[in-house]
């Protein structure tokens, strides 16, 4: 899903007590939705299915607003 591609290597990030905490996962992937302008019928629904354009926008939230990298190239 998209909500899983927007995780992957961030997982640390979404963990509470060893365990994954699925609202902060929804409320990020919102956020990120929002601010990447990402446009998908929903995020549960599987990357594969959305524009190349889209698919970029979900790395690029990952990477930029997951991580906050200090220089972007």
Do not use: C, H, Y
């Not at 591609?5 to 409320?27: A, C, R, T």
């Not at 992937?29 to 979900?58: C, H």
């Amino acid at each position: 899903s998209i909500l899983n591609n927007l995780v992957v290597g961030l997982e640390d990030q979404f963990l509470k007590l060893g365990f994954f905490q699925p609202s902060l996962i929804q409320e990020k992937g919102l956020q990120w939705t929002q601010q990447f302008d990402l446009r998908a019928q929903s995020l549960e629904m599987p990357s594969k299915f959305l524009s190349g354009g889209n698919q970029q926008k979900v790395i690029f939230a990952r990477e930029v607003a997951g991580r906050s990298p200090r220089l972007l190239i």
